[in-house]
């Protein structure tokens, strides 16, 4: 389907601000969806925020107000600016692209300290 590739990531401390990126790439297809999922240690994968190709955006309860989602559709972008950062959102964060199926990519560990 498309290959993803993140960028971003890293050690911050409680309070800060990331800011998150990916790109979709590998010839034909369509994307209705670009977003972020995360899974952290002993818990299931979620879905943190997406958004459509029209702009319609939807986050997980426990980062709305916090965390914003963005793409650029002629370059198959999305971005995640995340403030306010908490221990709690430690995890590994998977970009995600929704065409026929929903495609992961490799994803970026992100370590929010107290």
């Known amino acids: 389907q498309v290959q993803l590739v993140e960028s971003g990531g890293g050690l911050v401390q409680a309070g800060g601000s990331l800011r998150l990126s990916c790109t979709a790439s590998?010839?034909?297809?369509?994307?209705?969806?670009m977003g972020w999922d995360r899974q952290a240690p002993g818990k299931e994968r979620e879905m943190v925020a997406m958004?459509?190709?029209?702009?319609?955006?939807n986050y997980a309860d426990s980062v709305k107000g916090r965390f914003t989602i963005s793409r650029d559709n002629a370059k198959n972008t999305v971005s995640l600016q995340m403030n306010d950062l908490k221990p709690e959102d430690t995890a590994v964060y998977y970009c995600?692209?929704?065409?026929?199926?929903?495609?992961w990519g490799q994803g970026t560990q992100i370590t929010v300290s107290s």
């Open positions: 995600t692209a929704v065409t026929l199926f929903t495609n």
């Open positions: 590998g010839g034909m297809f369509v994307i209705n969806a």
């Open positions: 958004i459509t190709s029209g702009g319609r955006t």
